[in-house]
């Protein structure tokens, strides 16, 4: 089954403490993204990738950090997380020049 | 600046007929993207236009004109399950993905 998985599902955590949200396809997509989303202001890209060791920052790439080192996977980390990090986060891939995107489940993480 | 409107907010009655508005301002075009999301939930794919015109897929439908960079989304014959928001995005000349905020969609029995 064609899929996007990412994990945790929900993640609580303290301030300043290192976490890493996992995403993997199984589609063999050139092109992967992360999002997060709060009320209000719909989805905004934190960081996307076009190709295996090809990053870029999207709209809001303050405080994270990723990596591409195997099409499959795109993890994303954030190093010291902080309370303005508390959102609900959405992974995604596509073929390049197919916009149909596949979404994650979501992560929702609180940051106290 | 590269910009995606669409109404924050609609309401619409159970079996009735709804119209979601899009309007974009973009860098290049290369179609513009329909999505479903019910809350906490991930988007889901609706609808793809590239060429000026309708598409139709069962009770929803999705219009564009390119020359006016306007969309609408057409929902028929409403159930409650249509309940949710609707994103619309664009994809760029650099093949990038550029989402509206979204409508929340009610449903009223």
């Known amino acids: 089954e064609a899929q996007v998985t990412q994990n945790p599902r929900y993640l609580i955590t303290v301030t300043g403490k290192k976490l890493t949200v996992t995403c993997s396809q199984n589609m063999n997509h050139e092109y992967m993204s992360w999002y997060r989303q709060d009320p209000g202001l719909g989805l905004r890209q934190i960081y996307y990738s076009m190709n295996v060791e090809v990053t870029d920052k999207g709209d809001v790439p303050e405080g994270y950090k990723v990596s591409r080192k195997e099409k499959r996977n795109f993890p994303l980390i954030l190093e010291s997380p902080s309370p303005n990090q508390t959102s609900l986060y959405f992974c995604?891939?596509?073929?390049?020049?197919?916009?149909?995107?596949?979404f994650g489940q979501g992560t929702r993480l609180t940051v106290v | 600046g590269q910009n995606i409107d669409q109404p924050t907010e609609m309401t619409a009655t159970e079996g009735a007929i709804v119209q979601i508005n899009c309007t974009y301002q973009t860098s290049g075009f290369n179609g513009l993207f329909w999505y479903q999301q019910h809350a906490g939930e991930a988007p889901t794919f609706l609808s793809y236009n590239v060429l000026d015109g309708l598409e139709e897929k069962g009770r929803f439908s999705s219009f564009l004109s390119r020359s006016k960079g306007y969309s609408y989304l057409l929902l028929k014959e409403l159930q409650m399950k249509d309940s949710a928001s609707y994103l619309c995005?664009?994809?760029?000349?650099?093949?990038?993905?550029?989402w509206g905020a979204g409508t929340k969609l009610i449903i009223k029995p």
């Open positions: 995604a891939s596509n073929h390049r020049e197919q916009g149909e995107a596949f």
């Open positions: 995005a664009v994809m760029d000349s650099n093949y990038q993905l550029i």
